[in-house]
């Protein structure tokens, strides 16, 4: 099994700035891609970035573009997602997710083990 517990989150004014940590425990052997997901209230989960262990090969949604960058900490085996320009169409709860096979993808059922969640407020 896997654990995976984010911290980072919080409120933010429009324009602001955070960074998200996933911290990965238990057996990550098989955990190759790492990604992000958000769900706004009211709203359906939705994918926000990815990361492949093995080459730092990555995807991002539209919307965050330019603004949110994915990384990783071999050594921690920890996840980073840095939000940048942020506005209240962030607000969400982020949700760090692993996926145990090899390729990226955008779908949130293709990932085996996910966090609680971090709650991400961006005031206007």
């Known amino acids: 099994q896997v654990q995976l517990v984010e911290s980072g989150g919080g409120l933010v004014q429009a324009g602001g700035s955070l960074r998200l940590s996933c911290a990965a425990s238990?057996?990550?052997?098989?955990?190759?891609?790492m990604g992000w997901f958000r769900q706004p209230p009211g709203k359906e989960r939705e994918f926000v970035a990815a990361?492949?262990?093995?080459?730092?090969?990555?995807r991002y949604a539209d919307s965050v573009k330019g603004r949110f960058t994915i990384s990783r900490d071999t050594a921690k085996n920890t996840v980073y997602l840095q939000m940048n320009s942020l506005n209240p169409e962030d607000t969400a709860v982020y949700y760090c997710?692993?996926?145990?096979?090899?390729?990226?993808?955008?779908?949130?059922?293709?990932?085996?083990?996910w966090g609680r969640g971090t709650q991400v407020t961006v005031s206007s």
């Open positions: 997710a692993t996926r145990t096979r090899n390729r990226l993808s955008l779908l949130a059922t293709d990932y085996d083990y």
């Open positions: 990361i492949t262990w093995s080459n730092w090969s990555t």
């Open positions: 238990g057996r990550t052997l098989g955990s190759l891609v």
